[in-house]
């Protein structure tokens, strides 16, 4: 696509409840990344996608939080028993090189009741 | 460590010129990246710089000393729509991992 594509735009979910984000990077990029913002911080890295293989996991905050990329294309962030704290935007970003720069999409708010 | 410091807020005037510093710890980084992202808004890429040196695009520039740990991003000709956060991000090597400071925010007046 021209962008990268990102859906929910917004969630609100409850505490305890599963969700799962999903982003569409741009056709041909193979790197593709996952962040969120809080309100008021920087930008908090999670995980980095090679293809379909996650060379850099680091950043996920517990084993609550999994990715899965699939077809060198589209990925789901999945967040299991949401807790308040998850609440942020979550940003996904792809790129062909590193070098490019990265392209974010509009991020999907979430907000957990 | 990989700290990135930048400033939390500046002010400055439409038509003039703004400096947003920047300052990292040297060991991991392997280039410095500059972002805006206005309020609501997905961050855009402006600028990198690898090398040592001002590297220029249009009303932008960016400048960089990796022995100093230190980069700035200069805004010239200042408009209303320049009011935004810029964000400073370090490279590890193979640009695999961004490491974004928390952004400086910028009010331009009239």
């Known amino acids: 696509g021209a962008g990268v594509s990102q859906s929910p735009s917004n969630k609100v979910t409850e505490k305890g409840k599963d969700v799962e984000l999903r982003c569409d990077p741009i056709s041909g990029h193979t790197a593709l990344y996952w962040y969120r913002q809080s309100l008021g911080q920087g930008l908090e890295f999670l995980i980095y996608?090679?293809?379909?293989?996650?060379?850099?996991k680091s950043g996920l905050p517990s084993d609550r939080f999994s990715a899965e990329r699939t077809g060198g294309s589209v990925s789901t962030l999945t967040i299991q028993r949401t807790q308040q704290e998850d609440s942020a935007v979550y940003l996904c970003?792809?790129?062909?090189?590193?070098?490019?720069?990265?392209?974010f999409g509009s991020g999907t708010r979430l907000t957990v009741v | 460590g990989q700290n990135i410091d930048q400033p939390t807020e500046m002010t400055a005037t439409e038509g003039a010129i703004v400096q947003i510093n920047c300052t990292y710890q040297t060991s991991g980084f392997n280039g410095l990246f500059w972002y805006q992202q206005h309020a609501g808004e997905a961050p855009t890429f402006l600028s990198y710089?690898?090398?040592?040196g001002l590297e220029e695009k249009g009303r932008f520039s960016s400048f960089l000393s990796r022995s100093k740990g230190y980069s700035y991003l200069l805004l010239k000709e200042l408009q209303m729509k320049d009011s935004a956060s810029y964000l400073c991000a370090g490279a590890n090597t193979g640009f695999q991992k961004l490491v974004f400071g928390t952004g400086t925010r910028l009010l331009v007046s009239p």
């Open positions: 996608f090679q293809g379909n293989s996650a060379p850099d």
């Open positions: 710089n690898v090398l040592d």
């Open positions: 970003a792809s790129s062909l090189s590193g070098l490019d720069g990265y392209t």
